[in-house]
């Protein structure tokens, strides 16, 4: 209506300008006007012999003399040329409101662009962005190891007070303590290292974390981004290499991009199932200024499909969970079998023990989520798998319904996949039991075992779903009732047990462990248990007694030798008043033994417990048990860990008594001034069980028999013509 306005008075005075007083032009003007005018109830048609034909007449022009007409008409352009007037300054007084209107607009739309832009960056370097973003997401601990292509950034955290940084031997070792530091913590681990070297020997820590779902943000140096591709000195493709080992990895290209990858970075680290995640910094965008503000919001793409699937996903889920609440509500011998993904809320074990007590249910967990259901209760079945316990594998075999808690059904979990479990997939054709499976991350359902029912999502949040679906059963069911008494004749048939010392014998490594375990239950402290990979690991994981979450600390899927010296040294840093100990054999602690030299300097007080056999443990009791005791390059000679150890600052005891078991390991766990190496001089040739042999399913394992141990002990004497 107002641009209809302005067009009318605007043409109706330049007519009436142009036509320098002569009436013809004003009968003219009026014409042309007229007829544009929508809201008139006549129209006047223009030609060059007559001024108007009226086609709607109004009252003034019915029935009049042409005299008359001239002087309605007269009259009618007067009237007009006064509104006109009186339109035109309304006109321009909607026009300067218009124009008004416009502006204010314009500077909301102005002030909304400059709030969606961020100015806080702006004059700092790539470097010195970086070091803005650790305080940003909280981060307290860096682990790192310096060089020339990621200079600007080391240089732009220079005696940064806001966080600590730990400086190791070795990158690797960076990337195992930044997993012991989130495995501890719950948070994730941040690695810092150059390009080239320092960036591969990460790639080793990536794998193990991805295996392992571990929260990871590496970041790692570049050559320029002009040399890339030329060869240049230590470049090296890390996106390539890494793109296998991380769950993301990204080159920044632009020092604008910065912030927004490393916000992506840590929201993909610990979203979903936890992992490790790359940042690839060439060296000139660290080294870079930023001259202009940055858009505040972006959307990851992980966001934006969640954000459409979120319906489809949430109502499939919970029709699943009523599945599994009306499975379980008519299963007869239901086990709890239950992984790391369980740890990934703080209220997973609270609510795996609320579970177990409403349905009475056994739990067994894997080796990554031991702690998370208290071993010292009876529904506990401790850990499951090719060396877990005997009973724990019974029950998995005999139960009519097992119920994966954020676990994946890994080949050490569940032997032979053919013979898994026959007695749930019985019931499962009965439509009375089954398997089901609750799982965070998509990929790992129905990819080893088949469900019967898959619950997709966080463990945590499905459970609250899940509890209050399911029955209260009381202690007293006969059905329960008879399952528990089962299990308690499993338990009494087969307890971890193992060929005590004799006289002369060397201390046995699972009598030390139980040792170790009583007196640290009996500390006022948390402690958190470290482990290299190998029979020393399984000693652990079967005769130390676990009873809180994120305790115990190992490299499960990949089975990283090395792994426990420096995931101890992360989990001290990130747990400063927990009790932290390395359980390591000497093959394993020989791979990673230069980070003591990082303890002793940056006085972190982790304890190592180096259980010495002069053998690789693990690999030779295969050799024994498959390859007729041929122990083919398994056996090394050690240094002298004690004076090795005082060498780098580290307070050091050597242990080779039995009667001497007590006191020093007393000793040891009172030492606080710093870290502390213990070794032990430890019986050889002690193998590891239970164990299921490859191929095998969960019932058909190998139990301790002391006759059957003697003669292979004077039958590995007899092939080796008596060297073992």
Not at 295 to 304: A, C
Not at 390 to 408: E, H, S, T
Request: proline share 5%; glycine share 8%.
């Amino acid at each position: 209506m107002l641009k209809s306005s302005l067009y009318r008075g605007a043409a109706l005075r330049a007519a009436i300008k142009s036509s320098s007083g002569s009436r013809a032009s004003l009968y003219k003007a009026a014409a042309i006007t007229l007829h544009n005018t929508n809201a008139s109830s006549f129209a006047i048609r223009s030609n060059s012999s007559q001024a108007a034909l009226r086609e709607e007449p109004s009252p003034a022009f019915n029935q009049t003399t042409p005299e008359e007409s001239r002087k309605a008409l007269n009259s009618f352009l007067s009237q007009q040329q006064s509104k006109s007037a009186s339109a035109s300054a309304s006109a321009s007084s909607a026009a300067s409101a218009a124009a008004a209107g416009a502006e204010s607009a314009a500077e909301k739309n102005a002030s909304a662009a400059a709030a969606a832009m961020d100015d806080s960056f702006v004059g700092l370097t790539g470097g010195e962005i970086f070091h803005e973003m650790m305080l940003r997401h909280k981060v307290d601990t860096v682990f790192g190891y310096p060089g020339g292509a990621i200079l600007p950034v080391y240089d732009a955290i220079y005696e940064s007070k806001n966080f600590n940084f730990v400086l190791p031997r070795h990158e690797q070792g960076a990337g195992h303590m930044a997993e012991g530091y989130a495995r501890a913590t719950g948070k994730p681990g941040v690695v810092l290292v150059t390009s080239g070297p320092g960036a591969t020997n990460v790639i080793t820590p990536m794998a193990d974390a991805l295996m392992d779902g571990v929260p990871l943000v590496v970041f790692t140096g570049q050559v320029p981004t002009s040399a890339i591709g030329t060869d240049a000195f230590q470049e090296a493709d890390v996106i390539g290499i890494s793109r296998s080992c991380t769950k993301w990895n990204v080159m920044v290209k632009s020092v604008s991009e910065l912030p927004r990858r490393i916000n992506e970075a840590f929201e993909i680290a610990t979203s979903g199932r936890p992992g490790p995640v790359l940042v690839d910094l060439p060296k000139d965008v660290t080294a870079a200024i930023l001259r202009d503000p940055i858009p505040t919001n972006s959307t990851l793409p992980s966001k934006t499909l969640a954000s459409i699937t979120k319906h489809a996903v949430t109502q499939f889920a919970e029709e699943s969970i009523k599945e599994a609440s009306d499975l379980l509500n008519v299963a007869k011998k239901p086990v709890l079998y239950v992984g790391a993904g369980i740890l990934n809320h703080p209220d997973g074990p609270k609510l795996l023990k609320e579970l177990s007590e409403k349905a009475q249910i056994p739990v067994t967990t894997t080796i990554q989520a031991l702690g998370a259901f208290d071993q010292r209760g009876e529904k506990s079945l401790d850990m499951l798998g090719m060396h877990g316990s005997a009973f724990a594998n019974l029950a998995m075999q005999n139960a009519d319904l097992i119920i994966a808690l954020g676990a994946r059904f890994d080949d050490r979990v569940i032997g032979a996949v053919s013979k898994f479990a026959p007695n749930a997939k019985l019931a499962a054709a009965n439509h009375r039991g089954g398997i089901i499976h609750f799982e965070i991350s998509p990929k790992n359902i129905n990819k080893v075992v088949e469900a019967d029912v898959a619950v997709e999502g966080d463990v945590t949040r499905n459970l609250r779903k899940f509890l209050p679906l399911i029955n209260q059963v009381e202690a007293t069911d006969p059905a329960r009732a008879a399952w528990f008494k089962q299990i308690a004749s499993w338990k009494a048939q087969y307890p971890y047990a193992y060929l005590k010392e004799t006289p002369e014998s060397k201390i046995k490594p699972q009598t030390l462990i139980q040792e170790l375990s009583d007196k640290c239950l009996e500390l006022d402290k948390d402690v958190v248990v470290t482990t290299g990979v190998g029979q020393h690991q399984m000693w652990a994981a079967q005769h130390f007694t676990w009873t809180q979450p994120r305790t115990f600390i190992t490299s499960g899927g990949l089975g990283t030798m090395g792994y426990g010296l420096p995931a101890a040294i992360g989990a001290q840093v990130g747990r400063p008043d927990a009790v932290v100990i390395d359980i390591d054999g000497d093959a394993s602690f020989n791979m990673t033994l230069t980070e003591l030299s990082t303890a002793a300097q940056f006085n972190i007080p982790v304890k190592i417990i180096v259980l010495n056999n002069e053998e690789q443990g693990m690999v030779t009791q295969w050799q024994s048990l498959f390859y007729e005791h041929r122990y083919s390059h398994t056996h090394q000679s050690n240094p002298d860990f004690v004076k090795l150890a005082e060498a780098m600052g580290v307070k050091a005891m050597k242990l080779t008594k039995q009667g001497e078991l007590h006191s020093t390991l007393d000793e040891f766990l009172q030492y606080s001034a710093g870290p502390v190496l213990l070794e032990v001089e430890v019986e050889k040739k002690v193998p590891v069980l239970p164990m299921v042999p490859g191929g095998k399913g969960l019932d058909e394992f190998i139990y301790f028999d002391p006759e059957v141990e003697r003669q292979q002990n004077e039958l590995r004497r007899k092939r080796t013509n008596g060297k073992h």
